[in-house]
């Protein structure tokens, strides 16, 4: 009697143990998932941050870029302005320069000269009248200081143009060094709160243009005007957070300097604004990580409903097993059996839809897939093959071509293992699916003409031009062939733009890189960087720097004819002309940015010089002309 009590309590026992095992597991899990999902949402919240910070300091940089280079384009039409000048004296006419294309008025309000007295005699607005700035700050500073110092000012407004301009100037000094007047060129304040309001900062976010003492000059003209910033001492660039007193949204700002200019630029984010996705992320992932929960517990409850028919399936899925488990490492899709014993080769309908054949139109075996494989395929199959045969390898993965029934080859990934082998262990049949990578294939290929191809003229973008330049140097290194870098800009692009609209200047813009590639030879490489910017690399140009010179002229003259040449477009027949700047790769060891940095220099002193000529770039004297 009592045996029979121990052995029904040891029965019972037995039956309950493997439901206190999987409440025990569902509980477990339960807890680990909770504490994972804490941890997740702790890592998201501080990659948040710094993806946040990463960002700011991309946008800060950017803007560090566009205000150097928009000053440094507005000190170079300064100098010019004042050289015209110092030639000319008031026999200047600014207004015909600026209708010849002489001087690009794009980016600058105004630009004129003060006498010696104050007074404002030129300007490139016809109808001026003199107007006498002689108490303005960035008059005054050149009357106290001798030396040839470009003077940024803070935004004034303008008594001739009533609008709040930054003014940049330098002094005009006479041969025996007398004060003879100051140059001007007027920066728009808006200029840069337009460019500031173009970017991408949210609802909260703010880009601002400062001075040294934290004065904001300009900022996005959607925003109220913050107070003055109080920039960490200290630091030449950096993070800080600051409450906006205006709207009481706390932000995140990054500043940098302007290089050789006396200002800071700063980009922020609002803090509430950019938090705001990872605490919906956090809360998504709290509700999924209960709903797991519950989805575990339900588990452990079904399957202490269903244990007692645990022993009646046992045997259908440890049979199933292995076949299921194939078939989702595969996918399920192209199933394939080949008998290594007789040869025959067994497929299903999918594979041969695959590769274009209509049910019964083919008689499928070993001979027709090997006379269909890829022949480089099938040295790659040898290869692999043996090890899964002789177990050494427990499945084969062969990624391979097979030609379909209208000649083109179909990209495809088998996956198969033997499942049947003697007593011996040799191997007897084999199974196992292909998968069509076809679209994967020109997915890759497309990301890798997007990643390298500018999408509207179909030539290299920039990332490709820096590595065929890299080519170049290594060139340059290892058999001394020298190379040349020829920076392009159109002029009267903008006009187009503006006047006929952008499908206009795409379709020139297409037109203008078929003209180039006619200009140049196979092993050379046209580009665009953007915009109406192109770029010509030249290539095997010898090892004498006077014909490699030589070389890179002739090359930018046929480019120059060929650009004079008018272009049928739908809507207008447009001529232009193009300002070329030449860097030749004399040193092997000289970065690709810096060779491209150099052309750029060039083209501009060439636009400069008057358009539709070319420069060379030379790093002892400047630029010369070609």
Same mark, same amino acid.
């Given at each position: 009697?009592?045996d029979?009590?121990?052995?029904?309590?040891?029965q019972r026992w037995r039956?309950?143990l493997p439901?206190?095992?999987?409440?025990?597991?569902?509980l !477990?899990?339960?807890?680990?998932l909770l504490?994972?999902?804490?941890?997740?949402?702790?890592?998201e919240?501080h990659?948040n941050e710094?993806?946040?910070?990463?960002e700011?300091?991309?946008?800060?940089r950017?803007?560090q870029?566009h205000a150097?280079?928009?000053l440094?384009?507005?000190?170079q039409?300064?100098?010019?302005?004042r050289?015209?000048y110092?030639?000319d004296?008031?026999?200047l006419d600014? !207004?015909?320069?600026v209708?010849?294309?002489?001087?690009?008025i794009?980016?600058?309000?105004?630009m004129g000269?003060?006498?010696?007295?104050?007074i404002?005699?030129?300007?490139?607005?016809p109808?001026?009248?003199p107007?006498n700035l002689?108490?303005?700050e960035?008059f005054?500073?050149?009357?106290?200081?001798?030396?040839?110092?470009?003077f940024v000012?803070?935004p004034v407004l303008?008594?001739v143009?009533?609008?709040w301009?930054i003014?940049?100037t330098?002094?005009?000094s006479?041969?025996?060094?007398s004060?003879?007047?100051v140059?001007?060129?007027?920066?728009?304040a808006?200029?840069f709160a337009?460019?500031?309001?173009?970017?991408?900062l949210?609802?909260?976010g703010n !880009?601002m243009?400062l001075g040294?003492?934290?004065?904001?000059w300009?900022q996005?003209d959607?925003?109220p005007t913050? !107070?003055d910033l109080?920039?960490?001492q200290?630091q030449?660039e950096g993070?800080?957070?600051?409450?906006?007193?205006?709207?009481?949204?706390?932000?995140?700002?990054?500043?940098r300097?302007?290089p050789?200019?006396?200002?800071?630029?700063s980009?922020?984010?609002g803090?509430p604004?950019?938090?705001e996705?990872?605490?919906h992320?956090?809360q998504?992932d709290?509700?999924?990580a209960?709903l797991?929960?519950?989805?575990?517990l339900?588990?452990?409850a079904?399957?202490s409903w269903?244990?007692y028919r645990?022993?009646q399936?046992?045997?259908?899925?440890a049979?199933?097993?292995?076949?299921?488990?194939l078939?989702?490492?595969s996918?399920?899709?192209g199933?394939?059996?080949w008998?290594?014993?007789t040869?025959?080769f067994?497929?299903?309908q999918r594979?041969?839809a695959m590769?274009?054949?209509?049910?019964?139109e083919?008689?499928?075996?070993n001979?027709l897939f090997?006379?269909?494989l890829?022949?480089?395929d099938r040295q790659?199959?040898?290869e692999?093959?043996?090890?899964v045969?002789?177990?050494?390898?427990p499945?084969?993965?062969l990624?391979h071509?097979?030609r379909?029934?209208?000649?083109?080859?179909?990209?495809?990934?088998a996956?198969g293992q033997?499942?049947?082998?003697?007593?011996?262990?040799r191997?007897?049949?084999?199974a196992?699916t292909?998968?069509?990578r076809?679209?994967?294939?020109?997915l890759?290929e497309?990301?890798h003409?997007l990643?390298?191809?500018d999408?509207?003229t179909?030539?290299?973008n920039?990332?490709?031009?820096?590595?065929r330049l890299q080519?170049?140097s290594a060139a340059r290194?290892?058999?001394?062939?020298?190379?040349?870098?020829?920076?392009?800009d159109?002029?009267?692009?903008?006009?187009?733009n503006?006047s006929?609209?952008?499908?206009q200047g795409?379709?020139?813009?297409i037109q203008?890189?078929q003209?180039l590639?006619v200009?140049?030879?196979e092993?050379d490489t046209?580009?665009r960087?953007?915009?109406?910017?192109f770029?010509?690399?030249?290539a095997?140009?010898?090892?004498?720097?006077?014909m490699?010179?030589?070389?890179?002229?002739?090359v930018?003259n046929k480019i120059?004819?060929?650009m004079?040449?008018p272009f049928d477009?739908?809507?207008v027949?447009?001529?232009?002309?193009?300002?070329?700047g030449?860097?030749?790769?004399l040193?092997?060891?000289?970065?690709?940015?810096d060779?491209?940095?150099?052309?750029?220099v060039?083209?501009?002193?060439?636009?400069?010089a008057g358009?539709?000529?070319?420069?060379?770039f030379n790093?002892?004297?400047?630029p010369?002309?070609?």
């Open positions: 009697m009592l029979k009590k121990e052995a029904l309590l040891s039956n309950r439901h206190l095992v999987a409440w025990s597991l569902a !477990a899990a339960v807890l680990a504490l994972l999902t804490r941890q997740v949402t702790q890592s919240s990659e710094r993806s946040a910070r990463r700011l300091s991309n946008l800060s950017l803007n870029e150097s280079r928009t440094h384009a507005a000190d039409t300064l100098q010019f302005v050289t015209l110092q030639r004296g008031m026999a600014l !207004a015909v320069l209708r010849q294309d002489v001087l690009d794009d980016l600058f309000h105004q000269i003060i006498d010696a007295q104050g404002y005699r030129l300007s490139n607005l109808g001026t009248p107007v002689a108490d303005r960035h005054k500073v050149h009357v106290a200081r001798p030396t040839d110092e470009l000012s803070p303008g008594r143009s009533n609008k301009t003014q940049l330098r002094r005009i006479l041969p025996d060094g004060f003879a007047g140059a001007v060129v007027s920066l728009d808006d200029y337009r460019f500031y309001a173009s970017l991408d949210g609802r909260q !880009a243009l040294r003492d934290g004065r904001v300009a996005r959607k925003l913050d !107070a109080v920039l960490p200290a030449t993070f800080f957070d600051l409450d906006a007193p205006l709207d009481n949204t706390q932000r995140l700002y990054h500043f300097p302007v050789d200019f006396p200002l800071f630029v980009v922020a984010f803090k604004e950019y938090r996705f990872v605490q992320r956090t998504r709290w509700l999924l209960t797991g929960s519950l989805l575990l339900g588990f452990a079904l399957f269903n244990q645990a022993q399936q046992h045997q259908q899925l049979l199933s097993h292995e076949h299921m488990k078939a989702l490492d996918g399920g899709l199933l394939w059996s008998n290594l014993v040869g025959d067994e497929v299903d594979l041969l590769l274009g054949f209509a049910p019964g083919v008689q499928p075996d001979h090997a006379k269909l890829h022949p480089e790659k199959l040898r692999l093959l043996p090890p045969l002789n177990g050494e390898v499945r084969l993965l990624d071509r097979l379909h029934k209208e000649g083109h080859w179909v990209h495809l990934m996956r033997v499942v049947e082998r003697d007593t011996a262990g191997a007897l049949r084999m196992g292909d998968v069509d076809s679209a994967q294939k020109r890759e497309e990301i003409r990643a390298f191809f999408p509207l179909q030539l290299p920039r990332r490709l031009l820096l590595d080519q170049l290194a290892r058999n001394n062939q020298m190379a040349a870098v020829l920076f392009l159109l002029d009267r692009f903008k006009l187009l503006d006929h609209g952008h499908d795409d379709a020139l813009l203008v890189a003209r590639r200009c140049v030879r092993v046209v580009a960087l953007g915009g109406d910017e770029v010509v690399a030249l095997q140009l010898g090892s004498d720097a006077d490699a010179q030589a070389g890179a002229q002739a930018a120059l004819r060929a004079a040449q477009l739908s809507e027949t447009w001529s232009l002309s193009a300002s070329i030449v860097a030749l790769l040193d092997a060891r000289a970065l690709p940015e060779i491209l940095k150099q052309a750029d060039a083209m501009y002193q060439a636009k400069a358009r539709n000529g070319m420069q060379f790093d002892r004297s400047g010369g002309a070609g």
